[in-house]
């Protein structure tokens, strides 16, 4: 593994409390993700199902966990089954895990092999009612046009098992999961802390007429080099008008002279994840427009994240974020009161300038598993993201933390990234 163990105690106590979320007599069946081909023999990264991980910590494919809480046969109350080593996949692939050290970084005693597990589930399923299936549940991407292993074993126990009832895993962990542990925030502690040598080896090479996927090379090469996984999503390094485009991560243009270049990324350690967005002047200096803007914006994330507390609605906050918003773009010459007076409702002003969300869960997935009808509790972790996007002048802004919850108000994960003008002026200048 590229970063170092995770206690087993973690896993140990998530299956815990996910256990005592299931109705009496229920099985519960996770399985990892696949791994994805790309084309002829190739295959792309694998990424684990992260509420498999969650719940044992195992980071291989062809994983399967079994929970039976009511398993009359202790042995039976928590099963993991992964994939067998062979001197064949020695030779070809390298080391798969052993039961043992399978067993050291879950703490489930009971390992076997994959191809035992269909023999093994008969023994003891007919003693439950019902089973929990993991399905891909997140509110902004739902699986419908491929078929996944989740999606196989929802068929096939339904076809082996036709008559138990059915019951969402995803119910449970997206009840579970928002709410970080110790353990769970020192990892995301660690992803943003390459996060800010991401963003340092980047102000390093800062200059005008590179092209946008050299800074990106530098936000992976520090990345990969402090022992990431990965970067936690493609990163955005979007120079001038591109960054009006909130998506946008071709990162193949040429940044000029006087654009400001938007670098929106994250780094995934331990499965974890960071997201924080920066703005930097190509040429080293803020021009007074561009920092008019980002001064704005850097208000609005200043102010808006103390609204980050337990206690509030999430609907509530965005409410808030809006007008901290509305305020600057009035300021900045963007829209008036009276536009503000005359606006539809349903598409107010600022929304030219200003169109997404400031806020998302953070943790296994970027756009981590929570429900937004839920009000923010103690142990979240969430971002604040505001931005003003002015296409016509060429600026597109926007400043990312990532803030820990507290019992009474929040801590700024991201101090540590540099975020202020000058800060961020001086360290191109010193480079």
């Known amino acids: 593994m590229r970063y170092e163990s995770i206690p087993s105690s973690l896993f140990i106590e998530n299956r815990k409390r996910?256990?005592?979320?299931?109705?009496?007599?229920?099985?519960?069946?996770?399985?990892?993700?696949?791994?994805?081909?790309?084309?002829?023999?190739?295959?792309?990264?694998?990424?684990?199902?992260?509420?498999?991980?969650?719940?044992?910590?195992?980071?291989?494919?062809?994983?399967?966990?079994?929970?039976?809480?009511?398993?009359?046969?202790?042995?039976?109350?928590?099963?993991?089954?992964?994939?067998?080593?062979?001197?064949?996949?020695?030779?070809?692939?390298?080391?798969?895990l052993t039961k043992e050290e399978a067993t050291a970084i879950s703490g489930i005693k009971n390992v076997k092999w994959i191809h035992e597990f269909e023999k093994s589930l008969q023994l003891f399923a007919f003693e439950a009612d019902a089973f929990y299936l993991g399905h891909n549940e997140h509110i902004k991407r739902v699986t419908s046009e491929m078929t996944t292993r989740q999606d196989r074993m929802i068929q096939w126990c339904k076809e082996k098992y036709p008559l138990h009832q059915y019951d969402r895993v995803a119910k449970i962990t997206r009840e579970l999961r928002p709410i970080k542990s110790d353990e769970e925030v020192a990892l995301i502690k660690k992803a943003v802390a390459i996060s800010v040598k991401g963003f340092k080896?980047?102000?390093?090479?800062?200059?005008?007429?590179?092209?946008?996927?050299?800074?990106?090379?530098?936000?992976?090469?520090?990345?990969?080099?402090?022992?990431?996984?990965?970067?936690?999503?493609?990163?955005?390094?979007?120079?001038?008008?591109?960054?009006?485009?909130?998506?946008?991560?071709?990162?193949?243009?040429?940044?000029?002279?006087?654009?400001?270049?938007?670098?929106?990324?994250?780094?995934?350690?331990?499965?974890?994840n960071s997201d924080t967005t920066r703005c930097v002047p190509a040429n080293g200096v803020f021009s007074p427009r561009q920092r008019e803007v980002y001064s704005s914006v850097l208000h609005c994330l200043k102010e808006g994240s103390k609204l980050l507390k337990p206690g509030i609605k999430h609907s509530d906050y965005e409410k808030q974020m809006a007008g901290l918003i509305e305020k600057e773009l009035i300021k900045l010459g963007l829209i008036t009161n009276e536009d503000i007076a005359n606006q539809n409702p349903d598409a107010p002003a600022y929304k030219k300038y200003f169109m997404h969300g400031t806020a998302h869960h953070l943790g296994l997935d970027v756009h981590d598993v929570g429900l937004y009808s839920r009000t923010l509790e103690k142990g979240m972790v969430l971002t604040c993201e505001p931005g003003i996007y002015i296409l016509e002048e060429g600026i597109g802004c926007r400043l990312e933390n990532d803030y820990l919850l507290t019992a009474d108000g929040n801590i700024n994960l991201s101090e540590a990234l540099p975020i202020e003008i000058e800060d961020i002026e001086t360290l191109i200048k010193n480079k």
């Open 18 to 96: 996910f256990s005592t979320k299931m109705n009496p007599n229920s099985i519960a069946i996770l399985v990892s993700n696949d791994v994805m081909p790309n084309n002829a023999d190739d295959v792309m990264g694998f990424a684990q199902n992260n509420d498999l991980f969650y719940l044992t910590g195992i980071d291989q494919d062809e994983t399967i966990l079994v929970l039976f809480p009511n398993a009359y046969k202790e042995e039976n109350r928590a099963i993991l089954f992964v994939k067998e080593v062979s001197e064949h996949t020695k030779l070809w692939d390298g080391d798969f």
């Open 201 to 272: 080896g980047l102000l390093s090479a800062v200059k005008p007429n590179l092209n946008e996927f050299e800074l990106e090379a530098e936000l992976i090469y520090e990345v990969i080099k402090n022992g990431a996984t990965r970067h936690a999503f493609k990163p955005i390094v979007a120079s001038g008008k591109n960054a009006c485009a909130l998506h946008y991560n071709s990162n193949d243009a040429i940044c000029k002279e006087n654009d400001m270049v938007l670098v929106d990324f994250g780094v995934c350690y331990a499965n974890y």
